[in-house]
């Protein structure tokens, strides 16, 4: 293998060609213009890992249907803090997007964004009280005003048919349903993005792993990157003022390759998905939804099961899932060696630490793996009891990397939320976790910015505005701004408004 001498230094370097890199490069770029930059990708595409279509569920996560991001405190009262917060962050989501294709940037909105109702469904009679409570506290706030509730089966349905076509038990069942969710294709909005960044002279280089990283003197990184074209494979060194890790389930690894100080005790639990995936058009035209159940008790989020439309080139289908079980790998064409090799010294008692504690979900992911396509059926008739089972096909989803992190008191704990790491100085950070990952993506990277460009953050904020105009407002204290920006957003992306009783 050849070897060349390092290349210029780029005022920043982007590893990783998904989603959070094609968001982050597209901000550089507006803030920046005259800024090098330059993005490495180890497959032969970009988007092509966690952001690609049928690799995530393509939920634009606003908190309008998940129930773990509210919960019942132990005197009654509803904390959805959690929900508000992600809430917020989707709304500046779609303010980017809206800015976005009104500057032609980003194609028409259907080929990446589509209005799906987002449902939450639930069944027995304990669920159904704390569902119509949650509703009574939720639809008050101005983010959650359209969101309607009912116990009557004939009107969920009207919203559903699939949730109510064949169910003969007397269970009672409730839902809630908000009009102004939406299906995302975030491969399809990667690969927007990278094709306009191109044009912008951003290099994004295709069959490019970064292998290695160091400090140079002067304080910027050196990388290691193995190229491969047809016929060559080469060894180049790349120089960078600034390194963002976008690498999704490798992005720790980056971390630990460069030495970074602030993601010691860090480590990753890898955990697989599968859904069912219906194409078959009768059953797809009698369901537009995401409808989303409570995930069994002791059963972490990622398990919820939801029964969803998906909209990815213009064709809809339905799926369900995720069925999450346990795979070694940190990325789907990651290596059978990513978990072994990510133990190191500094994290090895955090995850033991998690692992002791978390022995139930271990034991629910190993039984994930060997379940039975007739248990997964069952599982999926208690949402649509009527389906057929020669209509679904299994199908492998993207790898999720959950967040271990040092704990004082416990030692180390499992994350299942989206965290920005960042080294002291701000010259390289990385974004590790999964879900909302996606569709918060600008929110999180704008914390990248924060931290690792404080100097900066006065005289980006005017243009920030310009994609985002709420930026640094709260929507929730602002009742009018917040229905203003939904209405201004929801034209421009073709989304649906605001429910009219
Ligand atoms: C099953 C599942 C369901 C999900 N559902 C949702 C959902 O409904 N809504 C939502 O918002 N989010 C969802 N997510 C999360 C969402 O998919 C992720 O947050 C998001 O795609 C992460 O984007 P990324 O750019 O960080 O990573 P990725 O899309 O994984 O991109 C990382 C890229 O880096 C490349 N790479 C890695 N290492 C190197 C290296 N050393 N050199 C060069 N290239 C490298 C990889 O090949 C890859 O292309 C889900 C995730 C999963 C797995």
Redesign the pocket.
């Known amino acids: 293998m050849k070897t060349q001498a390092a290349l210029r230094p780029y005022d920043v370097v982007l590893?990783?060609?998904?989603?959070?890199?094609?968001t982050l490069a597209m901000l550089f770029k507006h803030l920046e213009p005259t800024w090098t930059i330059a993005v490495?990708?180890?497959?032969p595409e970009?988007?092509?890992?966690?952001?690609?279509a049928w690799?995530?569920?393509?939920?634009?996560?606003a908190g309008l249907c998940e129930p773990n991001y509210s919960v019942e405190n132990a005197d009654g009262t509803l904390d959805f803090t959690r929900a508000v917060e992600i809430n917020e962050q989707f709304q500046l989501t779609r303010q980017l997007w809206a800015s976005l294709v009104e500057a032609g940037i980003l194609g028409k909105p259907g080929t990446f964004v589509n209005p799906v109702p987002h449902l939450t469904l639930v069944h027995g009679q304990r669920d159904v009280d704390f569902l119509r409570r949650r509703h009574e506290t939720m639809s008050a706030h101005p983010l959650f005003a359209n969101m309607r509730f009912s116990d009557d089966p004939k009107v969920i349905g009207e919203w559903a048919p699939l949730l109510t076509d064949g169910r003969e038990s007397a269970e009672p069942i409730a839902a809630t349903r908000d009009i102004t969710g939406s299906d995302?294709d975030?491969g399809e909005l990667?690969g927007q993005l990278f094709h306009h960044l191109r044009w912008q002279d951003v290099e994004i280089h295709r069959n490019?792993?970064?292998?290695g990283l160091r400090r140079n003197n002067d304080g910027t990184w050196q990388l290691r990157?193995d190229w491969r074209t047809d016929n060559d494979r080469l060894t180049r060194k790349v120089d960078a003022r600034f390194v963002f890790?976008?690498?999704?389930?490798?992005?720790l690894?980056?971390l630990q390759k460069a030495g970074v100080a602030e993601a010691h005790g860090y480590g990753l639990l890898p955990?697989s998905?599968r859904?069912l995936r219906c194409d078959n058009p009768e059953v797809v035209e009698r369901h537009d939804a995401k409808v989303y159940g409570k995930a069994p008790a002791g059963a972490p989020p990622?398990s919820m099961p939801h029964l969803d439309t998906r909209i990815v080139d213009g064709k809809r289908a339905v799926l369900f899932?995720?069925y999450?079980g346990i795979n070694p790998r940190f990325?789907k064409?990651g290596s059978l060696f990513d978990a072994a090799t990510s133990v190191r010294r500094d994290n090895v008692a955090p995850l033991s630490a998690m692992l002791g504690d978390n022995t139930e979900l271990i034991k629910l992911l190993l039984s994930q793996v060997t379940m039975t396509r007739k248990k997964k059926l069952a599982a999926l008739r208690e949402f649509a009891p009527g389906i057929r089972p020669e209509d679904w096909t299994m199908v492998s989803?993207?790898?999720?990397a959950q967040i271990v992190k040092p704990d004082a008191e416990r030692g180390g704990v499992l994350e299942f939320g989206?965290e920005v790491v960042a080294a002291h100085d701000g010259s390289i950070a990385a974004?590790l976790?999964?879900?909302?990952?996606?569709?918060?993506?600008p929110a999180v990277l704008l914390q990248v910015l924060d931290q690792c460009f404080p100097r900066y953050s006065r005289l980006w904020e005017p243009r920030l505005r310009e994609l985002m105009p709420t930026l640094g407002q709260s929507l929730s204290n602002d009742a009018r701004l917040a229905r203003q920006t939904m209405a201004r957003t929801a034209e421009t992306l073709g989304l649906a408004g605001r429910e009219v009783d």
Not at 208 to 211: A, I, K, S, T
Request: proline content about 4%.
């Open positions: 590893i990783g060609g998904g989603i959070m890199s094609a490495y990708e180890r497959l970009v988007g092509q890992e966690a952001s690609a690799n995530n569920s393509g939920t634009g996560h995302v975030f990667t490019c792993e970064v292998r990157v890790a976008g690498a999704g389930g490798w992005a690894k980056i955990i998905g859904f990622m899932g995720p999450p990325l064409k989803a993207g790898q999720r989206t974004v976790g999964a879900s909302p990952g996606a569709s918060v993506a």
